[in-house]
């Protein structure tokens, strides 16, 4: 990883007026390096949703310079002008050369553009704001809350120093890379079923359900439609089998899946808080370890209209798995934590037992040489000593 902790003289000086910067660290998660924020005032894990792990510029650069972080980002929200566009995979390291569908965006939004850690990637910073509908797809990302963007300083050449304000630009990215539902739906059904993610026509919402009640586990798929969680330890691992079921049914359709979901009794306000360091939510988090979690999915072009046992069982044990090896993350991170705590605590004091230790040896000897000093004998002393010996 090629690294930057940028100066304030190598970034647009309005960037460094807000209060929303935090340190990132680099991590392993699912097999795939991860940058996970940190909060520069406690050396924890920040929140991009909570501006109390949050501090200046200055503060985040001078944590980073001594602590074990990778660098620094800036958080976006719904208060500052601000929009992020990442560009992924669109740089050659090697040849420092950008590849053209990159730099027809970069040149389109005229705006402050650096390289991003890995120096594969590029960032450009605009003020603007963002059309409703998505903000994903492939190597373009757009963000304007909930978010952080690493920082580094490093400016590509050519472009503006400062962060302009560029609404009709984004609007036209937007538009000619993120694709709206309506395109989406045209796309899909101008596409062969294979290749919507099913080996046939796939089930509306109310074929999905009565398949599913109608099914050898439609009992349990019942109880977690109506919102029951009974037979489970938490509300998560209710959430991932119902996920889980909803994703053998639908052939893996994500938009179908969290459609669904949200017409079910366990739907709830923190299926869209945003959960995870890079701004997924546990509603999107969940609905992709459920399909990731799948290993079969149902296909309308089977004779049979009902999944076997064996599916049934393994649709549910999968759920569980996923679910249970969530919990122990969020419990491990939790010990963590608090291992944390008590480390400062005992460091604390040692700290004091160490001041107090010195204070006491400084006394020891003091009192030594006193003692030395007034059992030596003075000259008259001395003298009687000899004449009564």
């Known amino acids: 990883m090629t690294s930057h902790l940028p100066s304030a003289e190598t970034l647009p000086a309005s960037l460094l007026e807000y209060d929303q910067w935090l340190c990132w660290r680099s991590e392993e998660r699912e097999g795939a390096p991860t940058k996970v924020p940190i909060d520069p005032n406690t050396g924890r894990f920040a929140s991009t949703t909570d501006p109390a792990t949050w501090t200046s510029f200055s503060d985040a650069r001078t944590y980073a310079t001594g602590g074990d972080v990778d660098g620094i980002g800036f958080v976006f929200t719904d208060e500052d002008p601000l929009v992020g566009v990442d560009l992924d995979h669109c740089r050659v390291t090697e040849t420092e050369t950008i590849h053209e569908w990159a730099q027809k965006i970069i040149d389109r939004l005229d705006s402050y553009t650096e390289i991003s850690p890995s120096g594969t990637g590029i960032h450009v910073l605009v003020r603007g704001s963002l059309p409703e509908e998505g903000n994903r797809s492939g190597n373009v990302e757009l963000y304007e809350s909930a978010r952080f963007f690493t920082v580094t300083g490093a400016r590509v050449d050519g472009t503006q120093s400062e962060i302009r304000e560029r609404t009709e630009a984004i609007a036209a990215v937007h538009r000619e890379h993120i694709p709206s539902s309506t395109t989406q739906t045209t796309q899909n059904a101008a596409e062969p079923p294979a290749a919507q993610g099913t080996a046939g026509e796939s089930l509306d919402d109310t074929e999905l359900i009565e398949r599913a009640q109608q099914a050898a586990n439609g009992q349990k798929f019942n109880r977690l439609w109506s919102g029951s969680i009974a037979g489970y330890d938490s509300h998560s691992e209710a959430d991932m089998a119902l996920c889980s079921m909803l994703a053998f049914w639908s052939g893996g359709d994500a938009t179908q899946i969290d459609r669904l979901f949200r017409d079910s009794g366990l739907y709830r306000g923190k299926w869209d808080e945003v959960h995870f360091a890079d701004g997924s939510t546990y509603g999107e988090k969940t609905v992709d370890r459920a399909i990731a979690g799948t290993s079969e999915f149902y296909t309308p072009s089977r004779s049979d209209t009902t999944t076997s046992e064996a599916e ?42 160490e001041e107090t230790n010195a204070d006491l040896r400084e006394e020891l000897e003091a009192a030594r040489v006193s003692t030395v000093e007034e059992s030596e004998p003075t000259p008259e002393e001395s ?5 009564l010996l």
């Open 383 to 387: 003298l009687w000593r000899r004449l």
């Open 312 to 353: 049934a069982s393994s649709v549910d044990t999968q759920a569980q798995r996923i679910a249970t090896l969530e919990q122990e993350v969020e419990d491990l991170t939790e010990r963590l934590a608090k291992r944390r705590d008590s480390i400062d605590a005992l460091e604390r004091e040692l700290h004091v037992l």
